[in-house]
């Protein structure tokens, strides 16, 4: 006995297939992707829910006459030190680089996924749609979360340390795993942890902040793990930003609050009056630089880290968006153009293609180059050559990029 039923895309496209009760979900996928001319991607049923490809139709809640949609996703990357993960437009997970991390342990469980955190010490943490999790890499560095699996449900969002996870249920408690030096252990914060809204992480600790606009951090206090000494001034906090070893809060009356390592920004005593109505805040390796609701920039930190943007002050107006390499900053401008400062090895210097830097639309970064999407669909780049700054074997192709890629 079969079943038909009215499969459509979000663009309005539709389709009717057929499919046999004892056949799977996967293989009703694969005909509706024939008949829409469409790439991978996923059935979810009318309520929203996706369906489990390996599930026979007559257990996978699908009767005669139901509309499905199909829906394909944008594919989404992160990355640790060594090792790339990319959710494809049908849940699965491909991974490259470093073969620590590539998942072949966990391949079968990798099915749904949803989002996707990195440690940088070489650690993946997945959230399936179910909402459990599955974790692989190095077991030091986030990847063996056995201790608290069964903790791990209705995961709502996941954060990383250098080699520590954080996960928020959606109750608003909190799931801690990995070495306690990088913020695994939250044990000492457990009763506080409640009510979590967002959680930000420096290299070894995170801050958590509840729905009150107060704040909960835990880790190594040297990299921010102890806000005692501004913790009566963590109040109405809006959004936090970190550095390697330090935090900034914005509360909402857009006045900032730091703390942490001082060299690394969690001291920003030298600019503090400067720091009224800010907008946003990026950070770099050891500083920080916030914009303000007029566009101007504030910077504080070490200089080498890009802590000191007085070179270019002049430059900063009408700032638009911040993008961070380990130790530099661009900023895009109202105009389109772009200003950038920190050491030239980090792609502080863009002088060399400054004269292309015009419409730009979007920057990324990586630890030591900037890639910049103009509003044509090129891209350029600057910074060091084996960290992407030299594109010159692929210009061809960054041509006519799609505004999801970068």
Known sequence: MSIAVEVGLLSGKRASVQAGLDETVETLKQRA?????????????????VLDVCTPIKKARVQNGDSLTFHIGRVQIQSTGSTFAAIL??????????????????????????QIQATVG????????????????????????????????????????FGAFAAILGDGSVVTWGPAVFGGDSSAVQDQLKNVQRIQASFGAFAAIRFDGSVVTWGRPDT?????????????????????RAFCAVLEDRSVVTWGCLDSGGDCYAVQDQLKAVQQVQASLCAFAAILLDGSVVTWGEATSG???????????????????????AAILGDGSVVTWGPADFGGDSSAVQDQ?????????????????????????????????DSGAVKDFLRNVPQTCI
């Open 33 to 49: 992707q024939v008949a829409l001319a469409v790439g991978k991607g996923r059935l979810l049923d009318s309520s929203g829910n």
């Open 357 to 389: 830097l015009k419409n730009v639309q979007r920057i990324q970064a990586t630890c030591g180059a900037f890639a910049a999407m103009l509003f044509d669909g090129s891209v350029v780049t600057w910074g060091t050559a084996h960290c992407g700054g």
């Open 224 to 244: 921010g793990g102890n806000s005692s000494g501004v913790q009566e001034q963590l109040k109405t906090v809006q959004h936090i930003q970190a550095s390697s």
């Open 122 to 161: 070489g650690a993946f943490a997945a959230i399936l749609a179910d909402r459990s999790v599955v974790t692989w890499g190095q077991p030091t560095r986030g990847g063996a979360s056995a201790a608290v699996q069964q903790q791990l449900n209705d995961v709502q969002q996941i954060q990383a340390s």
């Open 89 to 114: 437009g049908d849940g699965a997970v491909v991974t490259w680089g470093n073969t620590g991390g590539d998942g072949s342990a966990v391949r079968d469980q990798l099915k749904n996924v949803q």
């Open 307 to 329: 802590g000191d943007s007085a070179a270019v002050q002049s430059q900063l107006k009408n700032v638009q968006q911040i993008q961070a390499s380990y130790n530099a900053f």
